[in-house]
């Protein structure tokens, strides 16, 4: 469905915020004109809430969380960052594989299956978008993930 992703961004952390026992506030960068995409809403709302989720969950309590939204040519990129204890460089992109879980000893104790991002990555990868980490231990991660712009252009008469 053809989504202004603006307020439908909003929507989703106002609730996300709400949602949580502890208080949350999530620092937000998002442009203030429409921004339009097809995308399927429930799925997406399913990839911010596992990634948000994650960036609770490894962070300490009061750490800021930033959702940053930044307008590319033909895309969206959008950031997730926590101030959590990061993941080294070697499991970087593994994190994204069914299952895999960084820390042992810090994963059993938070509870989790390790599906949260492989299924954010099939679900970004549906809508023809990418998704990856950054990470530097001791500071913090961000997750990114882009989607594609409808083209304003496509089918109007030159
Ligand atoms: P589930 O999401 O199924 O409850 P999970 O959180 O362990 O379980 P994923 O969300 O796929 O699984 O994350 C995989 C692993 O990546 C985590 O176990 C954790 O080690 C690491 N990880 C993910 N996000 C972060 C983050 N923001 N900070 C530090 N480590 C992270
Ligand atoms: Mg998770």
Redesign the pocket.
Known sequence: ERVNIVPFFHHVLDRFEMNKEELIVIERHIPKDSLFLWIDKDKIIQVID?VM???I???SKGGKITFGVIKEKQRIKVSIS?K????SREKLDK?FERF????RAR?RQL????????IAKEIINAHHGQIWAESAEGKG?TIFFTLPLINRKRGMKK
């Open positions: 596992n989720s994650n960036a969950k490894y962070s926590d959590g204890p990061g993941i994190i895999y879980r960084a820390d994963s509870g989790g299956t390790g599906l949260g991002l492989a991660t």
